[in-house]
């Protein structure tokens, strides 16, 4: 989800070997599995093909997915994880309903990997909309809004800004701003004429521009946090002592 950028970042490269490498050095900040190193290879390989247009059918999706997977099982000094029928299973899935994406292992990449190219693969193939095949993911649930970030990043750069639902597109919180942000990436990477005043833009601060927490501060949020969790306990405690129905964890929408 964190390196879709990469494929608009890396949009004038010339080489798909260029993509991955960038791709896996920046998703190793947080995830080094090698798994994960070849999902963020593939969604950004794809994004940047996807939005030049060299990419416009399933068997051009499955190009670039046999491309990543020879680059990173040859760059990868004794790539432990990746074994070939794990992965087929997953990115080659027919169906939603055979990633099992509802489960204990919801946050698993190959999980999100293969929910972004089913819907990917439906779209480019006229049997899905971006609006129906998104919808027909999230209510899959799991690690659904990952899962539906991706996609949307996939089907997006196919289907264009103007294809998007107008309901969603129109009305999301904080349109301009994001839109400030998207503008000044495609400045940046030389995608668009325009100026970047980057000193002015707080954004990119190390706080964000919110500024830091002090520790008082700190230790006040910890404290709000555990007696949460603490309460919570002790009621679940109580129902289960008094015979009362206990909330499964994943019903947390549900009130009383």
Known sequence: ??????????????????????????????????????????????????????????????????????????????????????????????????????????????????????CLRETLS????????????????????????????LMGAHCGYDALPPEWRDGLRHKEWFLQKITALCVVAGLMEGSYDAPSDRDTEFDGGRGFLTEDEMKRREMAIMERILLADQRRRALSQTGGKVKKSWEFWRRD
């Open 1 to 118: 989800m964190r390196t879709t950028p990469v494929g608009i970042i890396c949009m004038n490269h010339q080489s798909d070997e260029e993509i991955f490498q960038t791709a896996i050095r920046i998703g190793a900040v947080t995830h080094a599995d090698p798994r994960c190193a070849l999902a963020v290879a593939i969604v950004s390989a794809l994004i940047r093909g996807l939005c030049r247009g060299d990419i416009t059918t399933n068997a051009d999706v499955e190009a670039v997915c046999e491309r990543a997977w020879v680059h990173v099982t040859a760059s990868i000094p004794n790539p432990n994880h990746l074994e070939r029928h794990e992965y087929e299973r997953y990115v080659h899935a027919g169906t939603l309903d055979a990633l099992v994406l509802c489960d204990q292992e919801m946050g698993y990449v190959y999980k999100c990997l293969g929910s972004a190219l089913w």
């Open 126 to 153: 006229g049997r899905e909309t971006f609006k129906s095949a998104i919808v027909k993911l999230v209510m899959c649930g799991g690690d659904a809004d990952t899962n539906a970030a991706v996609a949307g990043a």
